[in-house]
């Protein structure tokens, strides 16, 4: 499975921006997916997974409100529509997908299959 991010940017704070997973290989219908961002100097966070079907999703506290996940397995792709960005969003934002079938929090730990990230800026 190949994952590529898609939708970064330079944008400023109060703005909206929606990041696109889109998955090659193999059909990810069956897969939970997942974002994470890293910032400079600092350690990978977990943001956000959703399960296989769209039916349950799972937020960090650091952007639950802000951001919505969702995905459109007709297209094999994933979205993470974030509002109200602040200067503290600014990161590498990577997708992930994991086809083991677990409790949807136990994601925020990892996943198998990574995309090479986009980078969002947050800056006025």
């Known amino acids: 499975v190949q994952l590529v991010e898609s939708g970064g940017g330079l944008v400023q704070p109060g703005d909206s921006l929606r990041l696109s997973c889109d998955a090659y290989?193999?059909?990810?219908?069956?897969?939970?997916m997942g974002w994470f961002r890293q910032a400079p100097g600092k350690e990978r966070e977990f943001l956000s997974a959703?399960?296989?079907?769209?039916?349950?999703?799972y937020y960090a506290d650091s952007v639950k409100g802000r951001f919505n996940i969702s995905r459109d397995n007709t297209k094999n792709t994933g979205y993470l529509q974030m509002n109200n960005l602040k200067p503290e969003d600014t990161a590498v934002y990577f997708c992930a997908a994991d086809p083991t079938l677990q409790d949807i929090d136990l994601y925020a730990y990892g996943m198998d299959y990574w995309g090479k990230g986009t980078l969002v800026t947050v800056s006025s």
């Open positions: 290989g193999r059909s990810i219908s069956s897969y939970a």
């Open positions: 959703i399960d296989w079907n769209g039916s349950n999703t």
